[in-house]
């Protein structure tokens, strides 16, 4: 018994960390063959049919790239750096359903890598601890830009984060619970954007702040800062980033469909519980184009006024939010 | 129980060899990173003792705000290297007799507490479910938790009073 279960969380685990490398490779096709259909221009179309070869081809250059660590460098820090930002990415994504559960072999499985009842609370942990590799990256590689982009990452992410957290609220007041499953069983017939939309609106904004995505990218701008808290990375430990911050983006959409847009519920799932990847995929990918989309149209913000932004508006905003939520709830008797 | 031992064992090892390290360490950014290890190590404790809530806020409030505040000043502030010549001579005996007095304590207090009879408190059952964890606290608890408020409330308009006039000062 207990080393059935060992299997099952070790293929749960790997299924995770499977779907989320090669869903990074995707992503970066996905973004540049949108992006150049934004742009008017073709994209990457040479390698495979469509281009869909690319992320290979990308992999492949990257492996063989000469690694360069900087002579005043902080050594051990700089290699580790990477790595730190790694982890959270992968890990984050371990307590969201994909579907519900699913009987096989006369065993019922549920189809996340473990379903605590304070799934919000550890993607918060998650996050919050996030920070450390961009930041640690930035200061190790002992160059002005670097230092520079890592304290803009780092002020940038601890402010927009409590909004994030606040976000986080509305979908618990209404489900009554911190577990992401039971906040995604909650939304079996009504999504929680028509109850939250305010909410819903704060977290995809302060999610693409806390992954440093356009237009809050502001510790990469490369006008300024050349490349921010990577500049000195190359080869490899510069692929580590690059996957962190994709796998990132899928990691918000997944987190985005299931507290807000009813997981991996749609037509048909209770009777077909296969359905519930399918849909959660078509949502994540819609997410996605959204994120995209957000790029291609946005300029970058203003380091002073992303701050502003951030602490005087968001984090208000926020605050109300959760505060009428919660009003409304012990009036209707939620 | 011979793996919670050996668990707790391992864990004791990590809490002790990263207290020890942020003390000894020469460079203030280790000495943060040392710390951080302690804080998750700790966290991992409240887990094993069956109060994932507390572990969970133990991460995100110390290792996730505080302590990046902290590695955001050192770095700002470009003060990794402390200075080597010690300008305070008097404190290191000070610390020595402090903290021999602090084990004494301690010792004394294993030596005379070892024999009575240590229940498990009930109050771990609360802290596992959040909901019972929130209604004790702003049932039972309540007045302390207010005044942490009112304490936490006075720290920020503090912060808030002492940028105001050096802003202004600045600006004159």
């Known amino acids: 018994m207990t080393f059935g279960l060992f299997l099952e969380w070790f293929i749960k685990s790997l299924v995770v960390i499977l779907a989320m490398t090669i869903g990074f490779a995707y992503v970066t096709w996905f973004e540049r063959r949108v992006l150049a259909k934004f742009q008017v221009r073709i994209g990457p179309n040479r390698a495979g049919k469509q281009g869909l070869l690319q992320p290979v081809a990308d992999a492949i250059k990257l492996i063989f790239k000469e690694e360069l660590v900087p002579a005043n460098a902080d050594k051990l820090i700089f290699v580790l750096a990477p790595v730190i930002t790694m982890i959270p990415a992968l890990i984050i994504t371990g307590v969201v359903p994909w579907g519900p559960p699913i009987t096989l072999f006369g065993k019922t499985f549920t189809l996340s890598v473990s379903d605590i009842n304070l799934g919000v609370l550890f993607i918060l942990t998650v996050t919050s601890i996030s920070i450390y590799g961009i930041t640690l990256a930035g200061w190790s590689s002992n160059n002005k830009y670097a230092t520079l982009g890592a304290l803009r990452a780092t002020a940038q992410m601890i402010s927009y984060e409590l909004a994030l957290a606040l976000s986080f609220v509305g979908p618990i007041l209404i489900a009554g619970s911190m577990g992401i499953s039971d906040i995604v069983n909650a939304q079996q017939h009504v999504w929680f954007i028509v109850y939250q939309p305010l909410g819903a609106m704060i977290y995809m904004i302060t999610a693409v702040a806390e992954i440093n995505r356009s237009p809050f990218d502001m510790p990469e701008a490369e006008q300024e800062l050349t490349a921010g808290y990577h500049v000195e990375y190359s080869g490899m430990k510069f692929a580590l980033f690059f996957m962190a911050e994709y796998i990132k983006m899928i990691a918000i959409c997944m987190i985005g469909a299931s507290l807000f847009l009813g997981g991996f519920w749609g037509p048909g799932v209770a009777a077909y519980p296969w359905l519930g990847p399918l849909y959660l995929f078509i949502k994540v990918v819609l997410l996605l184009f959204v994120l995209v989309w957000i790029r291609a149209t946005l300029p970058r913000f203003r380091y002073d006024r992303l701050m502003a932004f951030g602490w005087k508006i968001l984090f208000p905003l926020a605050l109300l939010n959760v505060m009428v939520t919660a009003v409304v709830i012990t009036l209707v008797g939620g | ?172």
């Open chain 2, 1 to 172: 129980m011979t793996l919670n031992l050996l668990l707790f064992l391992a864990l004791a090892v990590i809490a002790i060899a990263s207290a020890a390290g942020l003390i000894m360490s020469r460079n203030t950014v280790y000495s943060a990173l040392f710390l951080i290890i302690n804080f998750l190590t700790v966290a991992v404790f409240y887990l094993v003792m069956g109060a994932p809530f507390i572990a969970l806020a133990q991460i995100t409030v110390y290792a996730g705000a505080i302590m990046v505040l902290f590695l955001f000043v050192i770095m700002m502030l470009g003060a990794e290297k402390p200075n080597e010549i010690e300008r305070m001579k008097w404190q290191r005996p000070l610390a020595i007799v402090l903290s021999g007095a602090i084990l004494l304590e301690g010792v004394y207090a294993l030596i005379t507490r070892v024999a009575v009879n240590v229940t498990t408190s009930p109050a771990t059952e609360a802290l596992s479910d959040p909901k019972t964890l929130g209604i004790s606290l702003y049932t039972k608890y309540s007045l302390p938790f207010e005044i942490t408020s009112v304490i936490l409330l006075v720290a920020a308009i503090g912060a808030v009073i002492l940028t105001n006039k050096s802003r202004k000062e600045a600006g004159k």
